[in-house]
T-cell receptor, first 111, second 111 residues
Framework: EAQVTQNPRYLITVTGKKLTVTCSQN?????MSWYRQDPGLGLRQIYY???????DKGDVPEGYKVSRKEKRNFPLILESPSPNQTSLYFC??????????FGPGTRLLVL | KQEVTQIPAALSVPEGENLVLNCSFT??????LQWFRQDPGKGLTSLLL?????REQTSGRLNASLDKSSGRSTLYIAASQPGDSATYLC??????????FGGGTRVLVKP
């Protein structure tokens, strides 16, 4: 089954404790991206990757890192999480200018 | 900067009525426009993708139109059912390799 998977689905952590949210897709897509969704602000792009070893900032990259060492994986790293990073995070993959497929989301609470 | 607006923010209709959801965008230089469905606490499911050269796309009871020059798209859902209750999001893809999302329309179809 073609899908985008994210782990963990739910995470509660404390300020400053490094965490990684994994994203994996099995559709051989070159393009992957991360979004966060917040009430009243909608979905905003954090980072995207056009291919392996190629990443770029989206609209709200501050406080996040990403890496793209393999085509199928695109982890999101929060080196020192803060409460304002409490959000619902989505990973997406696709072919450029074609349908984007979204993962199920990761709900993060930073205390 | 591209801005995407969806009005109304919420809509309630009786079962069987046709749904009309609106999406407007400020910059007509887009590659495509995509409609998504989001159920509470869940990820986004792609419904329809309209390329910038197309005027409309259809899938079952769903029909989406695109008028790039006026910066508008409309999603029609025929003969609505309670299972259509969800939030519907539109997003445009433009230069910069990202999707810019509208705020969504929350739809409730009453039995």
């Amino acid at each position: 089954e073609a899908q985008v998977t994210q782990n963990p689905r739910y995470l509660i952590t404390v300020t400053g404790k490094k965490l990684t949210v994994t994203c994996s897709q099995n559709m051989n897509h070159e393009y992957m991206s991360w979004y966060r969704q917040d009430p009243g602000l909608g979905l905003r792009q954090i980072y995207y990757s056009m291919n392996v070893e190629v990443t770029d900032k989206g609209d709200v990259p501050e406080g996040y890192k990403v890496s793209r060492k393999e085509k199928r994986n695109f982890p999101l790293i929060l080196e020192s999480p803060s409460p304002n990073q409490t959000s619902l995070y989505f990973c997406a993959s696709g072919t450029r200018r074609e349908t984007q497929y979204f993962g199920p989301g990761t709900r993060l609470l930073v205390l | 900067k591209q801005e995407v607006t969806q009005i109304p923010a919420a809509l309630s209709v009786p079962e069987g009525e046709n749904l009309v959801l609106n999406c407007s965008f400020t910059d007509s230089a887009i590659y495509n426009l995509q409609w998504f469905r989001q159920d509470p606490g869940k990820g986004l499911t792609s419904l329809l993708l309209i390329q910038s050269s197309q005027r409309e796309q259809t899938s079952g009871r769903l029909n989406a139109s695109l008028d790039k020059s006026s910066g508008r798209s409309t999603l029609y859902i025929a003969a609505s059912q309670p299972g259509d209750s969800a939030t519907y999001l539109c997003a445009v893809e433009a230069a910069g390799n990202k999707l810019t999302f509208g705020g969504g329309t929350r739809v409730l179809v009453k039995p």
